[in-house]
């Protein structure tokens, strides 16, 4: 079991840009960080450096492979002189010459074509890292994995402390459970009871006898009325469930909460039938229990 929450980072060396030498360091590194949080469904945001357009992009399209469900926002930073040396666009800067040196041949054939023009153009002047395409997509990925890696150990053991947590709460259900499994019987005892202790009442005061028959054709309605076994049974049998899901290696977040929503459904059936004061507080100590796990169980991927 997973946590949604959790925090990552890793870190790649670029290698082979700038002409370094030989047995030095490289001129920068690349590092991603990726804090995730609780999500209903799987939401990325990326930040990276402005000067690489690219790499945004590219982070997403790995996060949207490596990550599944909840709100992650990953930031990847250049780091070094990578990103700091500059590098002309050659391509561009001849692009640019060409067009102007084609009108000064329609309308100045005379004249020259300065090169501090080049000056003004915009995006002339690129880092030189955004040149290693290559070279930048490798180490995003290496940091990338690295991040997700460091990320999964930090939800993995919020995961375990959130699947202990859940295991308490769901035995105090199963005791709340049991509680009014055992109280059932007597509500319908009592009920008996105070049929009988009205029906001698009425014979002593009014000398009316009145028909057992009918006393029991009213208990038995009323035992009906009350029944809960049914409620019961698919109340343990989702617990029965819910604890196997625990154990799971999977993601089982969703499965959880809509086990939740069923168990807190029998549970306002119960409390709906209860004609019983001990009942009624034993649900609504049942009902606090499951809306408690329902809020941990947000935070399960």
């Known amino acids: 079991m997973r946590s949604m929450t959790g925090f990552g980072v890793g870190e790649a060396p670029f290698t082979g840009i700038g002409g370094a030498p030989q047995g030095q360091s490289p001129p920068g590194k690349l590092t991603v960080e990726i804090r995730a949080v609780?999500?209903?469904?799987?939401?990325?945001?990326?930040?990276?450096?402005?000067?690489?357009?690219?790499?945004a992009s590219a982070a997403e399209a790995i996060a949207r492979e490596r990550l599944h469900r909840g709100r992650f926002d990953v930031a990847v930073r250049v780091e070094g002189a990578a990103l700091g040396a500059m590098t002309i666009d050659k391509d561009r800067a001849r692009s640019v010459l060409a067009?102007?040196?084609?009108?000064?041949?329609?309308?100045?054939?005379?004249?020259?074509?300065?090169?501090?023009?080049?000056?003004?153009?915009?995006?002339?002047?690129?880092?030189?890292?955004?040149?290693?395409?290559d070279v930048v997509r490798a180490a995003l990925a290496v940091a990338f994995e690295a991040a997700v890696t460091s990320l999964d150990r930090m939800r993995l053991r919020e995961g375990k402390a959130l699947g202990e947590d859940l295991l308490r709460r769901l035995t105090t259900?199963?005791?709340?459970?049991?509680?009014v499994a055992e109280r059932a019987p007597h509500v319908l005892e009592g009920y008996r009871r105070r049929l009988r202790e009205r029906a001698e009442k009425l014979?002593?005061?009014?000398?009316?006898?009145?028909?057992?028959?009918?006393?029991?054709?009213?208990?038995?309605?009323?035992?009906?009325?009350?029944?809960?076994?049914?409620?019961?049974?698919?109340?343990?049998?989702?617990?029965?469930?819910f604890m196997s899901l625990l154990a799971s290696a999977e993601g089982v977040g969703r499965r959880?909460?809509?086990?939740?929503?069923?168990?807190?459904?029998?549970?306002?059936?119960?409390?709906?039938?209860?004609?019983?004061?001990?009942?009624?507080?034993?649900?609504?100590e049942l009902k606090a229990e499951i809306e408690r796990m329902r809020e941990q169980v947000q935070n399960v991927e």
Do not use: W
């Open 99 to 133: 067009a102007v040196a084609a009108l000064r041949d329609e309308v100045a054939p005379s004249a020259e074509v300065p090169l501090s023009l080049l000056s003004v153009v915009p995006d002339l002047f690129v880092p030189s890292i955004e040149q290693q395409g």
């Open 173 to 179: 259900v199963r005791k709340l459970s049991g509680r």
């Open 203 to 241: 014979r002593h005061v009014s000398d009316v006898e009145v028909d057992p028959g009918r006393l029991e054709q009213e208990l038995a309605l009323f035992a009906d009325r009350i029944d809960i076994a049914e409620e019961l049974t698919r109340l343990d049998s989702h617990a029965d469930h």
């Open 256 to 284: 959880l909460d809509f086990l939740l929503q069923e168990m807190a459904r029998e549970a306002n059936t119960i409390g709906a039938k209860s004609q019983d004061v001990a009942v009624a507080h034993a649900v609504v």
């Open 38 to 55: 609780n999500h209903r469904y799987l939401d990325v945001r990326v930040r990276a450096p402005s000067q690489l357009p690219d790499l």
